[in-house]
């Protein structure tokens, strides 16, 4: 197989990828993986090909993200996301004329997959690492946190045609002046072809965090949490001394989605709140989240770490809820706390919750002192939740998330073939 992944975002929206790439070339298929530039580094010495795909959206997504002030603000981006993704449906247009994939693993962000694969005649696989495609009458689409009725919760899917609806003009663009094509509905949603075919859907989740729903397809495929450990990370001196003290240690970080303008009193928060816990805090500042103006003898500030490596060091971990990040905190085994912003973060939350692996999550705009104080001291000094996310951690462990979906791709490749 010659696969390219077309994907685009922030981290979370790349490492799954690069972990199954590295995996296909493990077991002697070629994987190409067009993303942003920044990550470039990363995938290649994963030994995976490269594609820079994204790289203008990427940084309008970083630049904006710290100077938000809350979700509303990620709506008005939309509005200048329109020549960033033009250049990149050109991007993976020209990516996928030289990797001359026999197969395209598409990310819903990267818009052009499945209509470039119908341009050169080989099959699409839709992916994502959260249960947003599929339709079902178990949960609603995890923007919505709040299961409803089965037939609400089914219907609520059709939020996978904002993008259609948002950006289908663009696409028909590129349908009909780059490949060739006809136009689409600028009502279709991800999971369909332009001829009503539906796309095999490809999960990186595990079944252990979110069952199958009874009602999923035979083509939605949940194959585990594709995971590849960092390689050669060695924390710098004085973060090896801090983390190897002893005292109980968590970690406290919001990745992008911490909203800048608010930076400097969540950073006060916090080292008050690590002070009347008694514990201490290793604190991501992540893309301008958190501003640690005042010093503490009970915090220390990075950028980032990566999380394979830091979370299994730590007692507990508090963060945004992001797939990626939810992912490491329980494959490491540790008790979590997820502060949600915007998104599936707050479905995150609640499957946490639901596995007594944490409390139940607390929207990052309601944390309080009194709020986070309470929390932290109970996921370091409450042995059920670190009982229930150890247990966790451990069925996480036995999974083999990436063989499994080459298993499923290998199945795809045949029978197109």
Known sequence: MRILILTSGTRGDVDPY?????????????????????????IEAAGAGFEAVGTDMFSLIRTAMGGMTGPTDSVKLLGAMKTAVRTSLSEQWQAAKRADPTLIISHPKALGGAHIAERLRVPAV??????????????????????MPGPINRASYQFNRFSAVAYGGLVNEFRREVLGLGRVSRFSDYLHTSDGSRLPALYGFSRHVVPVPPDYPANAHVTGYW?????????????????????????????????????VE??????????????RAVVAAGW????????????????????????????????????????????????TQVCPVLGDQAFWGERVASLNAGPRPVPLHRLTAEVLADRLRQLVFDPRYGRHAAAVGARLHQEDGTGNAVRVLEQLHAENR
């Open 18 to 42: 690069m972990a199954l790439a590295a995996r296909l070339r493990a077991e002697g298929h070629g994987a190409v993986v067009g993303a942003p530039e920044p990550f470039r580094d990363e």
């Open 126 to 147: 839709a992916s994502i690492p959260i249960p947003f495609l599929t339709p079902t009458k178990v949960f609603p689409v995890p923007f919505m946190s709040r299961p």
């Open 227 to 263: 995971h590849r450990e960092s390689p050669g990370w060695v924390p710098e001196d004085d973060l090896g001394e801090f983390l190897d003290s002893g005292d109980p240690t968590v970690y406290i970080g919001f990745g992008s989605m911490g909203f800048g303008k608010h930076a």
């Open 266 to 279: 969540r950073g006060r928060l916090i080292v008050e709140v690590v002070e009347r816990a008694g514990i």
């Open 288 to 335: 301008g989240g958190l501003s640690l103006r005042e010093r503490s003898t009970g915090v220390f500030a990075l950028d980032e770490a990566p999380h394979d490596h830091l979370f299994p060091r730590l007692s507990a971990v508090v963060h945004h809820g992001g797939a990626g990040t939810t992912a490491a905190g329980l494959r490491a085994g540790r008790p």
